[in-house]
């Protein structure tokens, strides 16, 4: 084993808020074995040191939102055997797709006095919009130990134990009491992509879908639930237009009520 | 359950060392052969001599093959089951597990549990027409039962093949096929949809051949494994020939993570593929077997 | 260096994309630029139109670094305008989640990104080689401050628990009992990092800092307080906007925040430890003062000392907050929404995070301003790189550009927080 | 039958765990009834009871002091007997080779106390999944043979309750060591006592209960028969295989999919699903792996992946294996209906989905 040669790893960043990176470093008690398993070959904002490409195994962490990063995830594809999106910006575009359903000039000028200074595109759009992808991981931010998971998995060629059902599994797996049923509280758990553990009904509040949509998720259903539970409108389609608005299912169900609220 | 009565009920319960069925044994790879492109059959040899020599299958049964660290999944065994101490299983890659299975050496090791389910009918076609229908990328369940026909010339009547592919080059076991056509008594038709410049064989779906070739229909016993929709096409037509429902067997597929009844996956309506199959009799599931996303 | 430029295209080891670009003619630094890459994401903009409630997740993903901080700057500001009082142990709870934030970003930044500057190796992980002991530790600090968080906040990055009148849900005693000793650890190691981090060499480069942080009356500043100054400065943070502005300056393309009719000032570690020296626990100030650090400190290149003493201050702050915990009958106060303005300001780990938000009767945001603590940085940043150039020009060039680097990470500046002011200019070559 | 008083329900208990037994039961963490460990009698929903209907249930105050006056919770026994994830064997590399390490498997004697008589009807449906066929599962059958049971007689039935209709209840008739029913009279607060096995016998021995009256028995079977009366779903089951055989298209299907969220919540709160999957971990080094088996449901699109997608992509045809295998499969695999009754799917699902009105519907537009 020692002898073979140490496959390299990148982590490249997008438009983005360094969470997913930042889950990698706080492996704090996995590192060790990863260093000594891989060659940590381009990591900006851990390391100076810069290794040369083609990169075994890519993770690419934020969306494209300017002209220089559509040309720049190109080149990144290029060094990279096999490329792993991470979190809610790379696989959906994250919250700052928000602009997708907006005039982007009109965001620049709210936030800018000199709009001119700004380059930027007029949609935010996820990493698989652009190059091929081998695997996303979901999550805002993503789920450190499945980050792992999908290392692990990487290294010994097996496909990564990251199922795409429901975070309603990981409720009922953990023991959870479900906050739908038991309160009323209006939860997205129903259709969002299980890896967080089922966190948020555990502290007693509806999942706001930072996983983003599940295989098959009946979103229409869910919000009739959701507004038999006294849920406005404007929460519905708020609660879709999240960190993963720009996502299909979640997309389309937010324009529904984007309608429906005009 | 009396439904499915062809299911082994003497298969390895408490059977040898066999206790808790999840645990795999380990087998050694003695053997390696590359079939077609992507396609290897693996020559296995179970570690354990004391589990080596109770270890009984059938024709049509499957063992679980574990890849360390990668997984495991269900793959039938194609050799002679009067072959003793070996077991060959011929694998194509679609996937991590099966490419990882495929990339082994030999010397290396697998997981191994099994043999499971159901075999397909030799003990009763004993002294009939063996008709096999197959269709797709080359499926294994049917090869074993062809070498065992075929190794057995003289139980049997006659062996017709049946088999149909997209395109030639889909055609994987050319060698194979060359072979079985020179045994007696042993008929080959093959088929594919899109021919190309050399193809000197039949076009089109492999249920047109039943047409064209006569089909003894009381005294044969048919064994098909392929895509489900092929299957479908060919049981009607075959049905429409005269055969009877009874007399038509299909080795179907379905996810399996224990091959032993609990983990559910497997289930087709009433039966699970593990255990009550692979091979069903048609009359037996013909409710389900036409119904979609069952 | 006589002639040339420099220009350092991905800026490693801070968090988000930046680079440098720095021109000397003839001796002198004409032309410095900190580039930010970092594409621009109008989060002010995009809370237009979204409920007060939502204000603490979405500014979360302003930064991965310092969620929490966006958190309480959030609530403070929609509490601020809804007139409510938040106190007892939700406001403790707070605290102590701010101390988990400042225990694991200080730690990352001190031992990670900002140490191998000192002692010349690329990384921590190249570090870790002939430190073992130290990584490990650091490391280990961090997972303690991440281990706060998880535990108040369902996760240790974007936290789930935080809510506009507390939190969603609160701990029992019982569940806050397995920090104990994990922090008596914790802070014990905090006090040898302060005392290694003081013995590493440190360039002689005092600077005259207009300095800002909260001052609280009795505590070392995490939330509340007034903004004061080392030149006297002491207002309300409802006043902030009166005395701060954004301006456009014509030398340069950036954005700065100044002080009205002063200018520059700094924010973060440094600033705070040096304006509230007297509030820290009696263990910090010790630890401080016997590694040779005095009560103000003026050298950028001594932040990390500082943030070493300030991750001690919150082990120590947060033990003291756990022993005094009872849970409170409620997770959070009621909160009932109306129209207005309202305003946050809580410290940080890079300084001061301003949030204003106006929401009309239904608590719906109308207008969002954000001020992260980098981008008031900005000035300084740039200001010390130009008096650092200037002071070692002679330096030869790959030299000056790692001198140049790692005064920038002087700041821990985080870009992703500040692309809001930044100016984006690509030097396409 | 004997009497037991309700001050000796914790003497009861200590009796219990002298011989061994590790008490699991009802309790309040948090805004539900679940099972987990209890010390005393103390650690029961003393004076709660739970309101139940299609997607809700809700806590309320008794106003009398009842140890038993609810109905089931989101969870079952099978939490305990099919635990939701399970390290089934470690392996590291050995040589060229590897070596498996069967998991030391060792599991806790546990007393199970307030079983419900549909609940016991799905252990022993469990029980031929796992130890009735010709494997058998270590891991649930050495779980199974370490179980005390305590069984209650249902004095009250909750809002989706129908296990009259799947008769599996409410009364207790067999699966127990020992059966209790609590009867709340003006002044007095008791349990008649039945005994299953000479196991529960032996436990009652030491214990100051007196011998039950005539009258006993009655006043028993008036609360069963209440209970009866206030059953909140019914279900018809007349030749219900067959029904669902040849509906396998019914338009119903497709209609049930627009509401259906495919969630999983009625397979993980099912007493009787066995479903699971397992997952091939290893670390980071690669010399390590590890095989865990986790519950898994036929909502999932996963779970009939063959290579090449999905077997059932449509939600139409996941809610109807669902359905199908509990109400009819189930009989042809098992020789007994796969539902008995508890409503958790009807309470649990987040959209209120209710199986007796799927079959209801199905049933009076059938082919
Ligand atoms: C009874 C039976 C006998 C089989 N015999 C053979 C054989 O002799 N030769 C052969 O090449 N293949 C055979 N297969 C198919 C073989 O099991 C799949 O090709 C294999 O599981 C694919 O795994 P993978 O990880 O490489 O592919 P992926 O596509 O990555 O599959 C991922 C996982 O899905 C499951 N899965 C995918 N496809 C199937 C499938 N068809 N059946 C069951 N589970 C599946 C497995 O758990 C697998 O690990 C048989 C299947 C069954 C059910
Ligand atoms: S709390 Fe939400 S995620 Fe959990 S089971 Fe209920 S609906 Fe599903
Ligand atoms: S429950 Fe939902 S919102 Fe909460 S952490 Fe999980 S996926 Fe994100
Ligand atoms: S209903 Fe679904 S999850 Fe439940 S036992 Fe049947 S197949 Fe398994």
């Known amino acids: 084993m020692g002898k073979r040669r140490k496959p390299k790893l990148a982590v490249w960043k997008f438009a983005s808020c360094d969470g997913c990176q930042l889950s990698l470093l706080n492996c704090v008690d996995e590192l060790p074995a990863l260093a000594e398993r891989v060659e940590i070959a381009h990591f900006l904002e851990a390391s100076s040191a810069v290794m040369k490409g083609p990169y075994d195994l890519s993770l690419v962490e934020g969306s494209i939102t300017t002209p220089r990063d559509l040309e720049r995830i190109l080149q990144v594809r290029r060094v990279s055997k096999f490329l792993v999106t991470i979190g809610a910006c790379a696989t959906a575009g994250g919250i700052q797709a928000l602009r997708n359903f907006k005039d982007v000039k009109e965001f620049v000028s709210i936030v800018y006095a000199r709009p001119d200074y700004i380059e930027t595109l007029e949609t935010s759009t996820p990493i698989a919009d652009h190059v091929p992808v081998d695997f996303e991981l979901h999550g805002c931010p993503i789920d450190k130990r499945q980050l792992l998971e999908v290392i692990g998995a990487f290294l ?86 999240g960190v993963n608005a720009n996502a299909e299912a979640f997309r389309k169900e937010s324009d529904l009520h984007a309608r429906r609220n005009d | 359950m009396e439904v499915f009565s062809n299911r082994i009920e003497e298969s390895p319960a408490g059977g040898p060392g066999f206790f808790n069925p999840w645990i795999p044994h380990t087998a050694e790879v003695i053997g390696k052969r590359r079939e077609a492109l992507g396609v290897h059959t693996l020559r296995l040899r179970l570690r354990d001599e004391g589990v080596r020599r109770s270890y009984r299958f059938r024709s049509g049964q499957f063992n679980m093959l574990y890849v360390f660290g990668v997984g495991e999944v269900p793959i039938s065994i194609v050799s002679d089951p009067d072959e003793s101490g070996v077991l060959d299983h011929t694998i194509r890659i679609v996937g991590k597990v099966s490419a990882a299975l495929v990339s082994l050496k030999k010397g290396d090791t697998v997981g191994l549990r099994g043999p499971y389910g159901s075999s397909w009918p030799l003990e009763e076609a004993v002294g009939k027409d063996v008709l096999i229908v197959t269709g797709g990328l080359g499926c294994a369940p049917v090869i074993s039962v062809i070498n065992y026909v075929a190794n057995r010339r003289d139980r049997y009547g006659n062996l017709k093949i049946f088999h149909g592919v997209k395109t030639p080059k ?62 479908h096409h060919a049981v009607r037509d075959l049905l429409a020939q005269g055969l009877a429902e009874d007399r038509i067997y299909l080795s179907l597929e379905r996810n399996m993570k224990c091959a032993v009844g609990f983990c559910g996956h497997c289930q087709f309506g009433p039966a699970f593929i593990c255990k009550d199959g692979p091979v069903l009799r048609y009359d037996r599931i013909k409710e389900w077997f036409g119904t979609s996303e069952i | 260096m006589h002639d040339g430029t420099i220009k350092v295209k991905g800026l490693a080891r801070v968090e988000g994309e930046g680079g440098l670009y720095l021109k000397i003619k003839g001796g002198t630094v ?244 040096s304006l509230n020296f007297d509030r820290l626990s009696p263990l910090a100030q010790d630890a401080a003062r016997t590694a040779g650090l005095s009560p103000v400190c003026r050298n950028p290149f001594r932040s990390i000392v500082v943030r070493s003493v300030e991750i001690l201050h919150a082990c120590d702050e947060a033990l003291r ?109 | 039958m004997k009497i037991l008083d309700r001050n000796s329900v914790d003497l009861f208990f200590d009796a219990l765990k002298r011989q061994g037994f590790a008490l699991v039961g009802p309790t309040i963490p948090d805004s539900a009834i679940v099972y987990d460990e209890i010390g005393s009698s103390a650690d029961l929903p003393v004076g709660w009871t739970d309101e139940q209907d299609g997607g809700t249930y809700r806590l309320k105050k008794r106003d009398d002091e009842a140890l038993f006056g609810y109905v089931v919770g989101p969870q079952s026994w099978k939490k305990f007997l099919h635990p939701p994830s399970l390290r089934l064997w470690t392996a590291h ?116 209960y007196t011998e039950a009256t005539e009258a006993d028995p009655a006043t028993v079977e008036r609360i069963v028969e209440k209970t009866v009366s206030q059953m909140g779903r019914t279900l018809d089951t007349t030749d219900i295989k067959n029904l669902l055989y040849q509906n396998l298209e019914h338009p119903r299907w497709d209609q049930v999919a627009t509401r259906c969220l495919s969630c999983a919540n009625c397979t993980m709160v099912c007493p009787t699903c066995f479903c699971s999957t397992v997952e091939d971990v290893t670390d980071l080094s690669g010399e390590h792996a590890e095989r865990w088996r986790k519950w898994d449901s036929c909502f999932t699109s996963d779970f009939s992946f063959v290579h090449g997608g999905t077997v059932r992509p449509s939600v139409k045809s996941r809610y109807r294996q669902w359905m199908t295998h509990k109400l009819a499969t189930w009989i042809d695999q098992f020789g007994t209906s796969g539902c008995v009754g508890c409503g958790r799917c009807i309470t649990w699902c987040p959209v209120a989905i209710d199986i007796t009105e799927e079959v209801r519907a199905i049933r009076e537009t059938k082919k």
């Open chain 4, 93 to 208: 590399r050995e040589g060229k080779g590897f070596k498996i390490i069967p998991e030391q498997d060792d599991p806790p004697k546990l007393a199970y106390i307030g079983v419900r008589s549909c609940e016991l009807h799905a252990i022993a449906i469990q029980d031929k999944v796992f130890i009735g066929g010709p494997f058998l599962d270590s891991s649930y059958g050495l779980r199974r043979e370490n179980v005390f049971i305590v069984a209650v007689n249902c004095g009250q039935a909750g809002g989706t309750c129908f296990c009259v209709s799947m008769k599996t209840g409410p009364k207790a008739t067999a699966g127990f060591d020992l059966a209790l029913t609590e009867i709340i009279e003006p002044g007095r607060h008791y349990f008649t006592v039945e005994t299953g096995t000479g196991r529960g016998e032996e436990v009652l021995r030491d214990l100051p």
């Open chain 3, 30 to 273: 004409v032309d410095l630029r900190l580039e930010i890459f970092e594409p621009p994401r109008f989060f002010e903009a995009l809370l237009r139109g979204r409920s007060f409630s939502e204000a603490p997740d979405i500014t979360a993903r302003i930064c991965g670094i310092c969620p929490v901080a966006y958190q309480m700057s959030a609530v403070h500001a929609m509490e601020d305008a809804f007139g409510i009082e938040v106190d007892g142990p939700l406001r403790a709870l707070r605290r102590l989640i701010y101390c988990g934030e400042w225990i694991a970003s200080h730690s990352l930044h001190v031992v990670m990104l900002h140490a191998p500057d000192f002692l010349g190796y690329p990384d921590g992980f190249k570090m870790a080689k002939d430190h073992p002991g130290i990584v490990e530790r650091g490391w280990q600090l961090k997972e303690a401050g991440n281990e706060i968080i998880a535990l108040l906040g369902g996760r240790a990055i974007h936290p789930i628990n935080v809510r506009v009148g507390g939190f969603y849900k609160v701990p029992t005693k019982r569940e806050l009992a397995p920090l104990v000793e994990r922090l008596k650890w914790a802070r014990e190691a905090a006090l040898e990092l302060v005392r290694w981090t003081a013995a590493l060499p440190y360039p002689e480069f005092e600077q005259d800092y207009e300095f800002v942080s909260l001052r609280h009356p009795f505590e070392y500043p995490f939330n509340e307080g007034r903004l004061v100054s080392n030149r006297g400065l002491t207002i309300s943070v409802r006043d902030y906007e009166n005395q701060f502005v954004e301006e456009q300056v014509p030398h340069s393309h950036a954005m700065h925040s100044r002080l009205i009719g002063r200018g520059a000032y700094l924010v973060g570690p440094m600033a705070r430890y």
């Open chain 2, 170 to 231: 889909d055609l994987l076991y050319r060698a194979r096929f060359h072979a079985w056509q020179k045994h007696p008594d042993t008929e080959v038709y093959l088929t594919v949809d899109h021919p190309d410049l050399e193809w000197k064989y039949n076009v089109g779906v492999v249920t047109n051949l039943f047409r064209e070739v006569r089909i003894y229909a009381q005294r044969s016993v048919v064994m098909m494994c392929g895509p489900e929709i092929m299957m």
């Open chain 1, 156 to 241: 010994i060629g097996r496909r990564p134990n990251v199922p795409s059902h429901s975070v309603c599994i990981e409720c009922k797996l953990k023991g959870t009491v479900c906050v739908m049923v038991a309160h009323g509280t209006p939860c997205l758990g129903p259709v969002t992509h299980a890896g967080c553990g089922a966190i948020c009904p555990s502290y007693h509040r509806g999942c706001y879908g930072c996983f983003g949509p599940k295989e098959t998720p009946n979103t229409a259903s869910l919000s009739r639930e959701w507004s038999r539970l006294g849920a406005s409108e404007q929460e519905i389609l708020n609660v879709f237009r």
């Open chain 3, 321 to 429: 907050i756990i022993a005094d915990y009872e849970m409170p009958e409620q997770p959070a106060v009621p909160v009932r929404p109306r129209a207005g303005m309202g305003q946050g300001c809580t410290e940080a780990p890079r300084g001061m995070l301003y949030h204003r938000y106006r929401l009309d009767d239904e608590g719906l945001i109308r207008e969002a301003k954000i001020v992260p603590p980098t981008s008031q940085n900005q000035t300084m940043i740039e200001d010390d790189l130009r008096r650092f150039v200037q002071a070692n020009i002679g330096l030869p060039k790959d030299e000056l550009g790692l001198r140049c680097e790692q005064t920038i990470r002087n700041y821990d500046p985080c870009i992703s927080c500040a692309t809001h002011f930044l100016r984006l200019h690509y030097d396409r070559e």
